[in-house]
């Protein structure tokens, strides 16, 4: 699936396009819908179905100082949105220039020559979010393309949104995620070299660095790794400061079970399928070889109930 560079417009072999418009970040059940209904309205016209997307997220434009909260990168969805049946996915760069434009202005600008435009009811655009879906309609009927708003989608217990997904993750309960995102939140990052402690207490850990991804609860986890190659592998892994070495580094260190292969350089992706116990400090490196063995054994038995 192509990416596609917004901030020069929708390119001629993709006018007409049904788009779906949103942050997308996570792409959880009520994106989901969204995407659908946008490619459904392309396969029917026999148009382009397109994916646009922001980043950074505008979030971290107006509040750079935010905690880091996101739950996929731009590599992540793109691969979501391909799975998902869409044709292309357009990036907008969240910058000064788009955050300046009215919501005219973006539909100019980033929008010209679509033919549909599809978005969640509670979508906001515009300078001051002066655009919403009633905005939006206006628009289209002015420059001649379809609105259509898809209502939020809600489980048992309220709406789906990446707030509840990220209090669950925050709250260490990787089932509650899982059902929202209908998949396990993953992190994709570089391998990198670290101080080979868990080398030396004999759990060889991959080590990535968080980046811009959402901090679930500290702790240990049961992990699943999809290397670049298509091999899966189950594990056990931390992620947090590390309290039994100095100094406090915040890592994510997956150790994955009958591996022995170098990783260094490569990306990965870890999934979080089950928290095991929150990080802690031991008396003696001996003790925590004896845990990190205990969670392990723990981390076997729940990726075998999946």
Known sequence: ??????SSGVPDRMRGGIVALGNFDGFHKGHQAVVGRAIERARAAGRPALVATFDPH????FRPEAEPFRLTS????????????????IVFPFNAALANLTAD????????GVGGVVTGEDFTFGKGRGGNVSVLGELGRKYGFIAEAVAPVSDSVDVISSSRIREALQAG????????LTRPFAVE???????KNGRQLGYPTANVDMGTYLRPRYGIYAVRGRLADGAVLD???SIGIRPQFEPPKEL??????EFSGDLYGQTIEIEFHAFLRDEAKFETLEALTRQIGLDCDQAREALAKL
């Open 58 to 61: 505008p979030v971290r434009f």
């Open 173 to 180: 309960d990787c089932a509650a995620a899982t059902q929202l």
């Open 105 to 112: 202005e973006f539909v100019t600008q980033r929008l010209a």
């Open 189 to 195: 990052g570089i391998v990198q070299h670290g101080d």
């Open 252 to 257: 994510l260190e997956p150790h994955f079970f």
């Open 74 to 89: 731009l590599n992540q969805r793109q691969r979501l949105f391909a799975e998902a049946g869409a044709d292309a996915m």
């Open 235 to 237: 594990g056990a892994a």
């Open 1 to 6: 699936m192509e990416r596609l560079d917004g």
